[in-house]
């Protein structure tokens, strides 16, 4: 992320902010134009000469006029009185920006940015949907976005206070390197409801629930004071967000939580507004931003129907962006599905395989996350348990959602609420760790087989669960490891023909596959060696198919 800095009636100055650093350039000229790289993310700062009251209430916006259209840019206050214009783009050329402000000092100013194409590896622009292909997300450049996101709620907190962000940048690394692509969060949890475990009481390190100098508003959670926003939080809040982007991670970014604790102001009052809008104008314009309305939003009585409705409709109206928005509760989405972009789901019933196909099939046109689906992996400490804590049942319920053609979440006990254990791999031999390399060999399979292009064909799914990939020749047949054969045979004769096929196996907790060999079309090879039988779930990957009705 890069800051510039201007003043109504001095100067110009450019900043670079490095994640832990900032570094400052002067330009000696102020109309001179910011160069900048396509989703590269930019700040231009003004700052008002006279103190101005109410600063948040303050109309602000940047309209940014090029061949593509226009934009009507909010900004936000940063303290110190100073209005910041965040910028990014996903074309490239020449754009020009003119401030449209209540505050005399402001209205007028105006500037020139130049685009240039993005050269960073794995850049890929902001998550959006597709008309021709609805239940799949995508990148901006029109790539596939393979959602698979991880769980941790109290990620705002990891190095808060601190200049730099060691901890945060730590955990972060280790989700990229093992293949997850989106952070589920909060902006701000206080602390959880259920009891804690005694052990977190000798490692105190671990545990972030409860803060009392960590708060969004003035104040603290035990004293609120709605008045005005606590600035330092969101500066914090910046890194955070400033880090995932570079590392190319996601945030989906649930705003309101109401079952931790979290002293909010009362809906639609001054303060709450303040709250929900000031999230939207400073973040809006970083690309990976997927916004949530509240975690479980509609299951704790504290907001309602109409409530979440004119949230959807208030970010819309803010974000100039349209960044995707969607809400933690699957009922909402149900009854709603026109004002979200996806269907977000929360099932942990032993039927979430097909609940997952029936969501699927009532909305052709929305994709499908299951953010929360009762598989908790174990981790030093019991932090919340759900349904499934082994860490095998949790990769098969991760699996079954992707089976069933829509997205997933991976929860672990150890870092997706108050407990954060942000290196984990550099614990103590006692303590347990986590499986991340599991979802690694997931993300590297369903890019390898276009994962976009697959769909779930239940009638296929022989003692297993079916993929088919028709466009690209592939069906996939993922069997637990309790399981000694799979039939293909009958669907693929009425789908393709495979003179050319082969076919291989891919164990799901090592990653391995086996020799590529040609398929094997025996109708019911029962006694054949299927691979890791009883050790580990397997999937047998079938390729160079030839579709008969393309």
Known sequence: MRKIYCTAFLMLILLQVGLAQVKTWQS????????????????VVFKAKKTVSQPFEKEVFALV?????????????????????????????????????????LNGENGKFIITENQKENRHGGVVLNKENPQHLFYEDGSHYFNLAFECDWLFALDYGQQDIPKTKHLLSLLNQNGFNQVVMNVYSYDVKWQKDKKLEAHPEHEYGGREDIYPFLGSNANPDYSALNIDFFKHFDKVI???????????????????????????????????????????????????????????????????????????????????????????????????DFISMQNWQHTLYQNMLEARKAFPHKPIFNIEHGGYEESPYVVFPGAYVNAEACLRRNYQCLFAGGYTTYYWQGAAWNVVIHNPFEQSESFSKPHFEYFKHMRKLFETVHFENCEPISWHNSSGFNLTNKKDGI???????????????????????????????????????????????????FWSDRPWKGEADAILIIKNLTPTDL
Request: proline share 4%; net charge negative.
């Open 28 to 43: 000696p000229k102020a109309n001179k134009p910011i160069t900048l790289a396509q989703w590269e993310v930019n700040d």
């Open 65 to 105: 006029q090029s061949e593509e259209g226009n934009q009507k840019i909010p900004l936000f206050y940063n303290g110190n009185s100073e209005w910041v214009f965040r910028y990014s783009s996903a074309s490239v050329g020449e754009k020009s920006f003119t401030i449209s402000s209540e505050i005399k000092e």
């Open 475 to 525: 069906m996939l047949m993922y069997t637990p490891k309790e399981n000694q054969w799979i039939g293909t045979k009958n669907a693929i004769k009425k789908n393709f023909t495979y003179e050319q096929a082969t076919q291989q196996w891919f164990n799901t907790l090592t990653g391995e596959l086996t020799d590529e060999v040609k398929y094997d079309d025996a109708p019911f090879d």
């Open 242 to 340: 400033a880090e995932m982007h570079d590392q190319e991670l996601v945030s989906h970014l649930m705003i309101y939580v109401w079952n931790k604790l979290v002293s909010w102001p009362d809906m639609n009052t001054e303060a709450d507004n303040r709250y929900y809008d000031y999230v939207i104008k400073r973040y809006q314009a970083f690309p990976n931003i997927v916004w949530d309305v509240s975690k479980e939003a509609l299951l704790y009585g504290r907001a309602t129907n109409e409530y979440i409705l004119e949230r959807i409709e208030r970010a819309k109206k803010l974000d100039a962006y349209g960044r995707l928005i969607s809400v933690h509760d699957f009922g909402f989405c149900k009854n709603n599905p026109e004002q979200v």
